[in-house]
C-alpha cells in the first residue's frame, strides 16, 4: 500500500519546484517558465468582456447606435472620436449624436446588467 500512495504522489509536480539553475546561479522555478509578463487571467476576461459587448450590441442595438458607438469608443482599434468628429463623419449634428449614444448606451447597460 505504501509503495503504491508513493506511486501517485511521484508525478504530482509543483510549480515552485526548482527546475535548473539560471545564468546567473538563481534557481529557476518551473512557475518562472510557466508565467507570462502580463496577467493571463486579466486577458482572457478582457476578450470575454469584449465578445459579450458585440453581442449585445448587434442583439439590441440599431446600425446607426452601432456605428455612433463604436466611433465613439474606438471599438474597430480606431482611436474614440469626440463627438462633432463623430457628426461630421456620420452626417448628423453633434447634439443628435449625443442623445444617439445615450439611448444606445442604456439599451446596453439594461441588456448586459439583465
Not at 519546484?17 to 508565467?35: H, K
Not at 440599431?62 to 469626440?82: A, N, S
Amino acid at each position: 500500500m505504501y509503495f503504491r500512495s508513493q506511486r501517485k504522489t511521484a508525478q504530482d509536480v509543483s510549480l515552485f519546484d526548482y527546475i535548473e539553475t539560471g545564468a546567473d546561479g538563481a534557481p529557476l522555478e518551473l512557475m518562472d517558465v510557466v508565467s507570462e509578463d502580463g496577467d493571463l487571467l486579466e486577458q482572457v476576461s478582457s476578450r470575454e468582456m469584449a465578445v459579450q459587448l458585440r453581442r449585445a450590441m448587434d442583439a439590441c442595438l440599431t446600425e446607426q447606435e452601432r456605428k455612433v458607438i463604436r466611433l465613439r469608443y474606438g471599438l474597430d482599434g480606431q482611436p474614440p472620436k469626440r463627438q462633432r468628429e463623430v457628426a461630421d463623419l456620420t452626417g448628423i449634428s453633434r447634439s443628435y449624436v449625443s442623445r444617439i449614444e445615450k439611448r444606445a448606451l442604456q439599451k446596453l447597460r439594461a441588456v448586459l446588467e439583465g
